[in-house]
């Protein structure tokens, strides 16, 4: 497609239960990137996928949250026992190699834990 | 990466230039100035980058200082669709893992 595309738009989901975000990069970009976005906060690095070397994990916050990518496609964020400070906007960018030119930004998954 | 320093909030009138001030005195030589913005519930949009020269396109002008520890964002003409926050950040493209960090940015209001 045009643009980074991020499933679901929304979810809201009961604390405890797992979720499963989806991230569709810009075809031919080779890095990636997760973010999270807490309510009137900055953006929170959480992973790193360039192409088919080890990914960057540095920022994810507990052994709850987990992120696959097979080669340069689709990404997944998986957050098990979701907990209420989970809640917030998960953000995907992805680039061309290290984004030299900037990287493009998905609108993002609305994750609400209750 | 260079941290950089930015004011929290400015104001600008519509129709008049948005002049964003971005401070980064620790700056390497290899290590690129960029500018990102985020408008409300959007993700955050690329805006332009530079190394020393100035640069322009269609969104925004960088100015850059001769010795590179600052630089300035021009919006010419701000609208009220340019309220966001701007970030700026630099980051060099040599090294592997070189993670695209955001810090606080400014919030800037552009005024009717």
């Known amino acids: 497609g045009a643009g980074v595309s991020q499933s679901p738009s929304n979810k809201v989901t009961e604390k405890g239960k797992d979720v499963e975000l989806r991230c569709d990069p810009i075809?031919?970009?080779?890095?990636l990137y997760w973010y999270r976005q807490r309510l009137g906060q900055g953006l929170e690095f959480l992973i790193y996928?360039?192409?088919?070397?080890?990914?960057?994990k540095s920022g994810l916050p507990s052994d709850r949250f987990s992120a696959e990518r097979t080669g340069e496609s689709v990404s997944t964020l998986t957050i098990q026992r979701t907990q209420q400070e989970d809640s917030a906007v998960y953000l995907c960018?992805?680039?061309?190699?290290?984004?030299?030119?900037?990287?493009?930004f998905g609108s993002g998954t609305r994750l609400t834990v209750v | 990466d260079a941290k950089t320093t930015q004011p929290p909030s400015m104001d600008c009138a519509e129709g008049r230039a948005a002049n964003l001030p971005c401070n980064h005195s620790?700056?390497?030589?290899?290590?690129?100035v960029y500018w990102y913005r985020q408008i409300h519930s959007q993700g955050p949009q690329y805006i332009i980058h530079?190394?020393?020269n100035n640069e322009t396109n269609e969104m925004a002008s960088l100015i850059i200082t001769e010795d590179r520890k600052s630089s300035t964002l021009i919006l010419p003409h701000a609208t009220l669709r340019d309220t966001a926050v701007y970030y700026c950040?630099?980051?060099?493209?040599?090294?592997?893992?070189?993670?695209?960090?955001f810090g606080a940015g400014t919030i800037l209001r552009v005024k009717s």
């Open positions: 960018a992805s680039s061309l190699f290290r984004g030299e030119q900037g990287y493009t």
């Open positions: 075809s031919g970009h080779t890095a």
């Open positions: 996928f360039q192409g088919n070397s080890a990914p960057d």
């Open positions: 620790t700056i390497s030589g290899n290590e690129y």
């Open positions: 530079g190394l020393k």
């Open positions: 950040i630099v980051r060099s493209h040599e090294t592997y893992g070189n993670k695209l960090v």
